[in-house]
């Protein structure tokens, strides 16, 4: 099963927590992207903007290959399983996806981000 994740550097620039649990934060992305299953990439601040600030998008297969959406807002959080909204979200998370570093290019950015704390 594959894992794909676009992480808006804005969120690894935010610290939380302090710089001991930031550094800890920062170092888990790169962690699970070693994984051969799971690829992190990193969408810069002033790409995609309209889209990609619509909130988190996670697009989902089942077994039966039924896809799903889950989208979370401020006040709601929705699980869309209708094909046409399921299709908008995907293609919405697939722009994203083009605007966002490439694999390489996002491990040395979360790497430099962690770096500079």
Not at 93 to 102: E, F, G, K, Q
Request: charge should be neutral; hydrophobic fraction near 45%; glycine fraction near 8%.
């Amino acid at each position: 099963m594959l894992h794909g994740f676009v992480i808006h550097a804005a969120a690894l620039r935010t610290e939380v927590g302090g710089k001991e649990v930031m550094g800890a934060q920062l170092e888990r992305p790169r962690e699970v992207g070693r994984s051969r299953n799971v690829s992190v990439r990193v969408l810069p601040i002033g790409r995609c903007n309209g889209v990609a600030l619509a909130g988190p998008i996670v697009v989902l297969e089942t077994p039966d290959h039924d896809m799903l959406a889950y989208v979370e807002g401020p006040e709601v959080s929705v699980l869309h399983a209708g094909p046409d909204k399921v299709s908008a979200l995907n293609q919405r998370h697939a722009m994203i996806r083009t605007h966002a570093l490439s694999i390489e290019e996002s491990a040395t950015f979360i790497r430099k981000v962690a770096e500079e704390r």
